[in-house]
Structures are given as structure tokens and as C-alpha cells.
């Protein structure tokens, strides 16, 4: 990942994706990294259910994403972030293009952090609603 300066924001725009089979399958990529606001872009195609609608697993998937890399960098050197509890709220159907992303916190403590992930589609519509908590706790050896 880029180097990252105290205020947790990254020195590069175009950060990658951190290590994970399932956000790299699904062709999910960083645009903008920082505890405050975090901005992850996913492709429709190949993330589509039998209809050939986005699946509402993929924007879950992806705002589930976009917002633990927000609170890992929230919780600080040393630490992770798991996720505890995940919602979200499916408004709209898009059936090509890109969708967009964009966590920004709730709350953030020294214990837990929570996150509301906007999804939205190439026009800017709201596709996804998700609020996202993650415990966070100290890196366990070897992780």
C-alpha cells in the first residue's frame, strides 16, 4: 500500500487494493484512501446476479471494502479492523458501468468505528446504502 502520513491519508492517488482474493476477483480498486473518507470503484459486469443486475452481495461486498479500509487506517499503526456488522439497503438496479463507493465515518472510537457507504452508479444515482461497524484491536502475531 502507499505510504500513508499521520493523518492517514495516502501520498498516492491511485493506492492498491490491499491483499485479498475476493476484492481483486471482483476488480474492485482503491481511488481514495483516509480514515475520513474512503472511495472504492467496482465494475458492474462479471458482479451480476442471474438477471443481469449488479448483485446486491457485490455492493455489500464493495461497501463492506471501502469501509474496513477506512477504519483500518482510523485505528492506527499496529492494529486491524474486522468488521462486526454490516446493513445495507438496496435502492436502485444498475445493469453496466461502474459503481462508486464512498465511506465516510459515524463515529470513530479507540474500540469501534462505523462507517455509512454511499454506492452510486455512473450518474451519480444512489444504487446502496450501508453502515459498516468494525472492532478494532491489536494485530495479532503473524498477521
Known amino acids: 500500500m502507499a505510504d500513508t502520513p499521520s493523518n492517514g491519508s495516502t501520498t498516492d492517488p491511485r493506492p492498491e487494493m490491499p491483499r485479498g ?3 481483486e476477483r471482483m476488480g474492485m480498486q482503491l481511488v ?5 473518507r474512503t472511495v ?4 458492474v459486469a462479471g ?3 442471474p438477471y443481469g ?3 446486491g452481495g457485490a455492493s455489500a461486498a464493495l461497501a463492506e471494502t471501502a469501509g474496513s479500509v477506512a477504519a483500518a487506517l ?19 438496479a444498475v445493469r453496466d458501468g461502474t459503481v462508486t463507493a ?15 457507504i454511499v454506492v452510486s452508479d455512473d450518474h451519480g444515482h444512489r444504487v446502496c ?10 494485530r495479532p502475531p503473524g498477521a
Open 74 to 92: 482510523h485505528a492506527g499503526e499496529g492494529r486491524i479492523a474486522v468488521g462486526v456488522d454490516l446493513n445495507a439497503t438496496h435502492h436502485r
Open 32 to 36: 481514495e484512501v483516509a480514515a475520513e
Open 129 to 138: 446504502t450501508a453502515r459498516l461497524t468494525c472492532a478494532l484491536r491489536e
Open 21 to 23: 482474493d475476493l476484492a
Open 102 to 116: 464512498v465511506a465516510t465515518p459515524l463515529a470513530l472510537g479507540r474500540a469501534v468505528a462505523s462507517y455509512e
Open 40 to 43: 472504492a470503484t467496482m465494475p
Open 53 to 55: 443486475l449488479l448483485h
Open 47 to 49: 458482479n451480476t446476479q
